[in-house]
């Protein structure tokens, strides 16, 4: 294959050092998503899609939509589908092993960011945890990370972030959350996402993206609510002097035209899908934002001679009822089939690709408008001359009103509604 001078050249100085080290001859261009964002930002109302990667089909798919499209991508998996406690066969310490070998065996020259997303942080246990397992997920190839501190009160929110930032290289791009993913239940607010911003500016940490609770969930959408747009951009109009982007979560429910929406209305540049890949992979019927459609006994459609074969998806029903999983918990088929969907014919291997490549395409042209942003990307590293995008922000607040105790003191002024207990992870 022949590559462009310009590739080569961002090729040679983009891929950070973790990259360098793992792929010393490789030719897939895995960079910080620092250069994704900045790509987004510099069309204009485009969004990078954040496919998470729960099998290896997703994973080739969603590359192969983004060469066609010419779009800058993010692949990511969170701490709940690949971490210690993984229900999918991808997680943070092989992800990075599977874009680059799919990059380089199809000839992939679009820029790729790999993405931990969904860190979580429940508890101090959790932050020294964190603070050895985060830099092994480095090592591993990871070149982007959220730091989702949510489940706790703003203040240990804020405090943990603090806490975990000198273990996340500089070069690599940073996400942050206020308010955990709950649908209409514990909605974001202006003073809670601005109280987490700029305690973090005041200690020189400059997130690139936000993550909000703005109305949407994880996994399948029960109802037509969805993303609250209002709400997305009254939220990051406030954040504006801090120059963070926004990351949209649970997009799989909600409609291409509210998608749309949100690129063009809001200072978002990243969308996580992740359910939507899964069912478009296994072939299940989904709508044309990949909602799954259930039959009228609440149970998912399997699409005759389309994703896996129907022999295989009867053996997954049979383990699922076996288990006890039932709709948004067919996830958890993810880890236990693996090796069975990648022991299918070549014809059916390739049907399950063609099928994420097809909605993912459509997505990233169609919705996302996403289209041709990977030679802005290219353009960026060359501009930065090197694997690091350097800094956007610059500190405005004073780091003497944000201490420890004056941290804990501004959060209890806080008027906020967290929304209900419970498990409300990826």
């Given amino acids: 294959m022949t590559y462009s001078a310009d590739f080569e050249k961002a090729l040679q100085i983009g891929r950070p050092p973790n990259i360098v080290k793992l792929f010393p001859n490789s030719k897939a261009l895995i960079v910080s998503g620092k250069f994704i964002d900045r790509a987004m930002t510099a069309k204009g109302q485009a969004i990078a899609m954040a496919a998470n990667g729960r099998n290896h089909f997703v994973i080739r798919g969603a590359l192969k939509a983004a060469q066609r499209a010419n779009a800058a991508l993010i692949i990511e998996?969170?701490?709940?589908?690949?971490?210690?406690?993984?229900?999918?066969?991808?997680?943070?310490?092989?992800?990075?092993?599977?874009?680059?070998?799919?990059?380089?065996?199809?000839?992939?020259?679009?820029?790729?960011?790999?993405?931990?997303?969904?860190?979580?942080?429940?508890?101090?246990?959790?932050?020294?945890?964190?603070?050895?397992?985060?830099?092994?997920?480095?090592?591993?190839?990871?070149?982007?990370?959220a730091i989702d501190a949510s489940h706790m009160p703003d203040d240990q929110n804020l405090l943990a972030s603090i806490a975990l930032n000198p273990f996340v290289p500089e070069w690599a791009s940073l996400e942050t959350e206020v308010g955990e993913i709950k649908g209409t239940q514990g909605l974001s607010t202006v003073e809670e996402a601005l109280f987490l911003i700029q305690g973090l500016n005041a200690h020189e940490i400059f997130p690139d993206w936000i993550a909000l609770n703005n109305g949407t969930t994880h996994g399948i959408q029960s109802g037509d609510t969805g993303i609250q747009v209002e709400l997305t951009v009254q939220i990051h109009e406030a954040l504006n002097p801090y120059q963070v982007s926004g990351a949209q979560h649970g997009t799989s429910g909600n409609s291409s035209d509210r998608l749309?929406?949100?690129?063009?209305?809001?200072?978002?540049?990243?969308?996580?899908?992740?359910?939507?890949?899964?069912?478009?992979?296994?072939?299940?019927?989904?709508?044309?934002?990949?909602?799954?459609?259930?039959?009228?006994?609440?149970?998912?459609?399997?699409?005759?001679?389309?994703?896996?074969t129907d022999a295989l998806w009867e053996q997954m029903l049979d383990h699922a009822e076996a288990q006890g999983w039932k709709g948004g918990n067919f996830k958890k088929l993810n880890l236990p089939f693996e090796n069975k969907l990648l022991g299918q014919s070549r014809e059916v291997r390739a049907r399950m690709v063609k099928r994420v490549e097809d909605f993912v395409h459509n997505m990233l042209t169609n919705v996302l408008n996403a289209a041709d942003t990977a030679p802005i990307a290219v353009d960026a590293i060359l501009q930065a001359g090197s694997h690091d995008a350097g800094g956007r922000a610059e500190r405005i607040e004073n780091p003497s009103d944000w201490t420890p105790e004056k941290i804990v003191e501004r959060a209890q002024a806080i008027d906020s509604d967290k929304g209900p207990e419970g498990d409300f992870e990826d």
């Fill in 77 to 145: 998996i969170a701490k709940s589908e690949g971490g210690a406690n993984a229900y999918c066969p991808v997680n943070y310490w092989n992800i990075a092993r599977q874009v680059d070998a799919v990059c380089n065996e199809l000839g992939i020259t679009i820029p790729v960011a790999i993405h931990a997303d969904h860190y979580g942080i429940k508890n101090q246990q959790d932050v020294e945890s964190a603070k050895i397992e985060i830099p092994s997920i480095i090592d591993a190839g990871i070149t982007s990370i």
């Fill in 260 to 308: 749309r929406q949100i690129a063009q209305q809001t200072r978002t540049t990243k969308a996580n899908v992740a359910t939507a890949l899964q069912m478009v992979s296994w072939g299940l019927e989904v709508n044309d934002y990949g909602n799954a459609i259930l039959d009228d006994a609440g149970n998912f459609i399997k699409i005759k001679d389309a994703g896996m």
